[in-house]
């Protein structure tokens, strides 16, 4: 009996420095996307990262050629030193054209500074607008600043949008995917914030791991995010960034 009390008491001590080094890791998830397209695209390699938060970004994670890069919200909050802000930028915007919706955290920093730097780096803020990718006017990236509570944001950001055209929605948060789901056509959307859960005891936890899934006849890929927030500490939600070979479905 006084072997597994020590045993339990040996595991509970050593979980929170696990939960630490998971909060660390970094994680690559690499996925073929194929998407309805009416008129063909060529096939491109993009990235997203979303919950950054407080993490420091490496040039060794970006091994990879990449066309396009998605920042899905919440790259930084308040309290990161801006040096660390402006290096992750730098790194980012050296390996192809970044595109970046707000998330609900960055805002806690100077929004002007922080739109300098966007603009410094060539990084493209989607607000409420959606954008052709690579001149082809057919395919495009829609992305929405959902945490502006602006009046009629998502029919702003589709009012360009045709019914043939392959649309990628982009959003902070995928609470909204079902609205936007249920009044435009998309064909893929992506977001983070919920972090998976962040900390998971098996099948319990605040929110559901990140997935790709079908929901409606859209695919949909809901990220663990990279960062954390309050607590740098994971537990059964890997933090982790996407490498997405998205492909038109004519063309598997």
């Given at each position: ?27 690559l ?25 407080r ?79 690579f ?47 249920d ?18 005891f ?8 990140g ?16 960062g ?8 059964g ?16």
């Amino acid at each position: 009996m006084k072997k597994l009390i020590f045993a339990g008491l040996a595991i509970g001590a050593a979980l929170p420095f696990q939960m630490v080094r998971n909060a660390f890791a970094i994680n690559l998830r690499r996925q073929a996307i194929g998407l309805q397209a009416s008129k063909p695209f060529q096939p491109f390699d993009m990235m997203f990262i979303s919950d950054v938060h407080r993490r420091a970004l490496r040039e060794s994670m970006f091994r990879f050629p990449v066309d396009i890069i998605v920042i899905g919200g919440d790259f930084t909050e308040g309290g990161v030193p801006w040096k660390r802000v402006e290096a992750n930028l730098d790194i980012l915007s050296r390996l192809a054209p970044v595109y970046f919706v707000w998330g609900n955290n960055d805002r806690e920093m100077d929004e002007t500074k922080l739109r300098e730097l966007f603009a410094k780096y060539n990084v493209k803020v989607l607000e409420d607008e959606s954008i052709p990718l690579f001149g082809q006017r057919h395919l495009r990236l829609v992305g929405i600043d959902y945490f502006a509570y602006k009046e009629n944001s998502v029919e702003a950001a589709f009012s360009e949008v045709q019914k043939s055209d392959t649309v990628i929605f982009v959003s902070h948060t995928p609470f909204v995917f079902k609205k936007v789901r249920d009044r435009h056509k998309i064909d893929f959307a992506l977001a983070g914030h919920t972090h998976g859960g962040q900390i998971r005891f098996g099948k319990l936890g605040i929110y559901r791991p990140g997935r790709t899934e079908i929901a409606d006849g859209v695919v949909q890929l809901i990220s663990n995010g990279f960062g954390t927030t309050k607590l740098p500490m994971r537990l059964g939600a890997d933090p982790e960034f996407h490498l997405l070979t998205v492909y038109p479905l004519e063309e598997r």
